[in-house]
Nanobody, 120 residues
Framework: QVQLEESGGGLVQAGGSLRLSCVSS????????MAWYREVPGRQRELVAT????????TYVDSVKGRFTISRDAVRNTVYLQMNSLTPEDTGVYFC?????????????WGQGTHVTVSS
């Protein structure tokens, strides 16, 4: 059974930094894409950043460009999110996601989330 476990969340002042980690277990194949999402009460879960294993391409939502950096260890199916210059608008629960195709079957896995709180 595949499991994703996030860590690294916490409370930080505006302008500070946090580094989130997501470690996977139970997978016998390399995930096509690993991503970070965040969720704020009352709003839809938002895609923050993605990292593909094939070509190494990364993407970011506009609001975090230049401040957040996603990186991954494709062999270990581990992904990180370095978050700098944090603002209160970055507060939320951050979820790790892994998705892709295995043969003809699609898959998607989620972690339980890690809380990030940015105080003003």
């Amino acid at each position: 059974q595949v499991q994703l476990e996030e860590s690294g969340g916490g409370l930080v002042q505006a302008g500070g930094s946090l580094r989130l980690s997501c470690v996977s277990s139970g997978s016998r194949f390399r995930f096509d894409v690993m991503a970070w999402y965040r969720e704020v009460p009352g709003r839809q879960r938002e895609l923050v950043a993605t990292a593909a294993s094939g070509n190494g391409a990364v993407t970011y939502v506009d609001s975090v460009k230049g401040r957040f950096t996603i990186s991954r260890d494709a062999v270990r199916n581990t992904v990180y999110l370095q978050m700098n210059s944090l603002t209160p608008e970055d507060t939320g629960v951050y979820f790790c996601n892994a998705a892709g195709l295995y043969g003809r079957r699609s898959y998607e896995f989620w972690g339980q989330g890690t809380h990030v709180t940015v105080s003003s």
